[in-house]
């Protein structure tokens, strides 16, 4: 009787555990590994309890060593846990480590396995460390860049990749279909060629939770102009910019698909971007950051940007910056994150201000408003809002479009009157794959050369 007490109480205590902390998963199956070279199994761990939780120090072994993103874990934040194994036997292994945290006596069962056929001559055979816990840093998360055919959609297994120009010997994964790479992170340049395909260039930001990158290549059979531009549906935050390095990366400028300088008046585009905590959501900002850069790999030196954001408060990031300077506007866009509240008022207010501080005679001179939802703080009502919009495209000439998400209805009129009154166009950016030009065209329609 005693016993079955013992059982319960232990398997209600798992319980109450697992209801505070959730785990993405338990198990790690490494599957058969040729060159076995101390690879790491990675895991998440969410607070869903209203405490802090913290990691309890973790005895160490020679066969493990645990990676940590924190040794904290604030409500609702995720810690990311890396395990890397050591041994020096060929054959299956099974592995389990418990990870104890401050609000429960019962650890967190996670359980490695796999089937090690041969090791890497670099491979460490026992852990250097005798800490337990380290924190995550550079490398501990790989780089894993997946190469596809763009018309069958299957994997390519052979290729050259440059990392910022570097040659990188990226080793090919068949189990996870994916080359796995070593750089650092940061803002990084991937050049991508094989055999039989056209090469492709691309900006990515490689950081700890953005660590995959799907690169779509394009058979050569298929017809293809020598330089061109594009984004393809790829993960994250990656822009495709050019496919032939032998150009230097110039730009087409008179192409049909971009701004075409006899078609299409100049432009100063002024960016006004909610960072509020609510664009956290669904990855509004990160399919928003797509298509602004889609916009930004067209812009011509004739074409002007301006940033403006708000949260708790609004913010000049950069004004009047030419086209030609494409690295810092989208280095500076991809910085962007979520947080705070929604105060929008006096960010609009200094968006129509730098439209007439830059305003540029016989141009398009546009504000681009991105946002999920209504305006906050200020004295300005909704409808004081709306006049305003009219008053500036009458008066000034500055015109207003509004990119909506969401699907408040009060929040979405509002962006449409908004857009209706200052001579511009409400659009939405919903899907990466059919959305992602909607900005594009909108830029094209103001500037249109009539």
């Given at each position: 009787?005693?016993?079955k007490s013992?059982?319960?109480?232990l398997?209600f205590?798992?319980?109450?555990?697992y209801a505070?902390?959730?785990?993405?998963?338990?198990y790690?199956?490494?599957?058969s590994?040729?060159?076995?070279?101390?690879?790491t199994?990675?895991f998440?761990v969410?607070?869903?309890d209203n405490?802090?939780?913290?990691?309890?120090p973790?005895h160490?072994?020679e066969?493990?060593l645990?990676?940590v993103s924190s040794?904290?874990?604030?409500?609702?934040?995720?810690?990311?846990i890396g395990?890397?194994?050591?041994?020096?036997?060929?054959?299956?292994?099974?592995?389990t480590?418990?990870?104890?945290?401050?609000n429960s006596?019962?650890?967190?069962q996670?359980?490695?396995?796999?089937?090690?056929l041969?090791?890497?001559?670099?491979?460490?055979?026992?852990?250097?460390?005798m800490?337990?816990v380290?924190p995550?840093?550079?490398?501990?998360v790989p780089?894993?860049?997946v190469?596809?055919?763009?018309?069958t959609?299957?994997?390519?297994?052979e290729?050259?990749?440059?990392?910022n120009?570097?040659?990188?010997?990226?080793?090919?994964?068949?189990?996870i279909?994916?080359?796995?790479c070593?750089?650092?992170?940061?803002?990084r340049?991937?050049f991508v060629?094989?055999?039989?395909?056209?090469?492709?260039?691309?900006?990515?930001d490689?950081?700890?939770s953005?660590?995959?990158?799907v690169?779509?290549?394009?058979?050569?059979?298929?017809?293809?102009p020598?330089?061109?531009e594009?984004?393809v549906?790829?993960?994250?935050?990656v822009l495709d910019?050019?496919?032939?390095?032998?150009?230097s990366?110039?730009?087409?400028?008179t192409n049909?698909h971009?701004?075409?300088?006899a078609?299409y008046?100049?432009?100063?585009?002024?960016?006004?971007?909610?960072i509020?905590?609510s664009m956290?959501d669904s990855n509004?900002?990160n399919y928003?950051?797509?298509?602004?850069?889609?916009?930004?790999?067209?812009?011509?030196?004739?074409d002007?940007?301006?940033?403006?954001?708000y949260?708790g408060?609004?913010?000049?990031?950069?004004?009047f910056?030419?086209?030609?300077?494409?690295?810092?506007?989208?280095?500076?866009?991809?910085t962007?994150s979520?947080k705070g509240?929604s105060?929008?008022?006096d960010?609009l207010l200094?968006?129509?201000?730098?439209?007439?501080k830059?305003?540029?005679n016989?141009?398009n001179n546009?504000?681009?408003?991105?946002?999920d939802?209504?305006?906050?703080?200020?004295?300005?009502?909704?409808?004081?809002l709306v006049?305003?919009?009219?008053?500036?495209?009458?008066?000034?000439?500055i015109?207003l479009s509004?990119i909506?998400?969401?699907r408040?209805e009060k929040?979405?009129y509002f962006l449409?009157?908004?857009?209706?009154?200052g001579?511009?166009?409400f659009?939405?950016i919903k899907?990466?794959?059919?959305?992602l030009?909607n900005?594009l065209?909108e830029v094209k329609k103001?500037?249109l050369i009539?």
């Open positions: 009787m005693m016993q013992i059982l319960f109480v398997f205590a798992s319980l109450n555990l505070q902390l959730k785990p993405n998963k338990l790690f199956d490494f599957g590994i040729s060159q076995f070279n101390n690879d199994a990675f998440e969410t607070n869903t405490k802090v939780s913290y990691l309890l973790t160490h072994s066969y493990y645990i990676l040794k904290s874990i604030a409500p609702g934040e995720t810690m990311k395990i890397v194994y050591y041994t020096e036997k060929k054959g299956k292994f099974k592995e480590i418990p990870l104890y945290f401050s006596n019962t650890p967190l996670f359980e490695l396995s796999g089937n090690i041969s090791f890497h001559p670099y491979a460490i055979v026992k852990c250097p460390s800490e337990g380290a995550l840093k550079m490398h501990n780089l894993l860049i190469v596809k055919d763009s018309l959609n299957k994997e390519i297994s290729a050259d990749i440059l990392i120009e570097i040659p990188l010997l990226c080793q090919y994964n068949s189990k279909k994916a080359f796995n070593k750089a650092n992170y940061g803002k340049t991937l060629e094989s055999k039989g395909y056209y090469p492709k260039e691309l900006f990515f490689y950081s700890l953005n660590n995959r990158v690169v779509y290549l394009k058979p050569i059979s298929e017809e293809l020598a330089n061109y594009t984004i549906n790829i993960d994250n935050t910019t050019i496919v032939n390095r032998n150009t990366i110039a730009r087409n400028e049909g971009g701004l075409n300088i078609q008046k100049p432009n100063h585009l002024i960016f006004l971007i909610d509020s905590g956290k509004k900002l928003l950051k797509l298509s602004i850069n889609k916009l930004v790999a067209q812009l011509r030196p004739t002007y940007v301006s940033l403006v954001t949260a408060r609004s913010k000049v990031v950069f004004e910056v030419s086209g030609t300077n494409k690295s810092l506007i989208i280095s500076t866009i991809d962007l979520a509240g105060y929008g008022t960010g200094t968006s129509y201000e730098l439209g007439r830059y305003f540029i016989g141009a546009q504000i681009l408003i991105a946002t939802g209504m305006f906050n703080g200020g004295n300005l009502s909704n409808q004081d006049k305003l919009a009219k008053r500036n495209f009458q008066k000034e000439g015109k509004a909506g998400f969401g408040d929040s979405l449409k009157q908004l857009a209706l009154n001579k511009g166009n659009i939405t899907n990466i794959s059919s959305d030009d900005l065209e103001q500037s009539e």
